[in-house]
């Protein structure tokens, strides 16, 4: 699907010479092992990166300059993967072809350079009144999670299953942490960046490889660093827990969390996928049409599971006072995908839920970026028709076996009212 071109040691680029779209894009990944401090000031760095550099000064001189690339694109964000913080860059431009105007490309990616190379900095420090308002910004959008009862439930269910872990810390740090950046500290903790991370680099577009790696390289003159293990995911069996908290709220968050230790490295991945699919991933599961259509025991419910650290979360909407009901059912409906209560049409289904989703992600630059940087490791020659295949042969006797893998750890109920 993308081809690997050998760079230096510690920065990986993928390119995928297509002609499927009319841009070219290009996605960055910077990746350090996950410590709150650090990914509080990448979180302010995220905002503040987008916002200004040193040749383009102001928000409206940066964006100025992105319309007059011919409506290029360019934003930055954090996320996690496994026990790894994340940086990405994520840009994308029309292709020159279109427009007739020789040099473009060379014209974004020395945008792209002046983003990540010569941002706006002055003795040693970002910009103190932009470092402000995006800390701050940043501080808000966390606190943002209290009010939004769902994923602070799911938050909670996490931190009680993995205290301490990243699956459970949030990709911006911490509110204490976030306080802490300072300009000075920020433009610290960007050069480590720069100069220290593992680096991705992915390009999609119809592009010679040659060609653009010679453009990239001379626009992105990046150096060899250091060549990271990625921190292993310590999978691990959690305390069994019953928590109830209680806030200002009407409905009630029922969410339960499972040890299910199939990851991606395992051969049976595919039909944990599955298992999931048929539990709670669709509108056709276990999940909604027993726990909420049969039984309207729940305004909303769904399982996620995720591969990366071995857990299967579900989450239900429900009335507070029926949760012993609700708790019930939903084990009801786990324990019936584990001795097999499973029919033809439903496995028929999930597995073309899960054949389009690819096929959907897939219709994009960034999704093709982001499902090959999932898939890489597991599969270097990843095909949407190859993962599908694997979901064809997934058998009902395979999903019955990763369902009992499947173990109850926390049940936590956020609730309305006042504890008694």
Known sequence: MFEKVEWAEGIDVYIRPTDQFKTVTMMMQWETPYEVERAAHRAVLSNVLQDSTKKYPTYRAYKQQLDALYGSTLFT????????????????TVHEQLIGENGHLEAWLDFIRETVVAPNVTDGAFDADTVRRERRSVIERLDAVYDDKRRFARRR??????????????????????????????????????????????????????????MVREALPFERREARAERPVSLRRGDVQEVVEYQQMNQGQLHIGYYAPITRDDERFPAAQVANGLLGGFAHSKL?????????????????????????????????????????????????IQRGDIHAREMKQTKALLANGIRSALDTPRGQ??????????????????????????????????????????????????KQ
């Open 77 to 92: 964000d954090v996320t996690k993967r496994k026990e790894m913080h994340r940086f990405v860059l994520m840009s994308e």
């Open 157 to 214: 269910l996490l931190e009680l299953m993995r205290p301490g872990e990243a699956v459970s810390q949030s990709t911006y740090g911490t509110k204490e942490a976030l306080e802490r950046v300072t300009p000075e500290s920020l433009y610290t903790e960007f050069q480590r960046m720069i100069e220290e991370d593992h680096l991705s680099i992915y390009i999609v577009g119809d592009v010679d490889v040659a060609s653009i790696e010679t």
């Open 288 to 336: 909604f049409m027993n726990v909420r259509e049969k039984e309207s025991m729940a305004y909303s419910i769904s399982s996620q599971y995720l591969s990366q650290y071995g857990l299967l979360l579900i989450g239900a909407g429900i009335d507070a006072e029926l949760s012993d009901k609700a708790i019930r059912l939903i084990t009801e409906q786990v324990e019936a």
């Open 369 to 418: 970026m982001m499902v090959y940087d999932q898939f890489k490791e597991q599969f270097p020659n990843f095909s949407a028709d190859a993962l599908i295949e694997r979901w064809d042969a997934v058998t009902k006797e395979e999903v019955v076996d990763v369902a009992n893998e499947w173990t109850r750890e926390v049940i936590y109920l956020l609730r309305g009212g006042e």
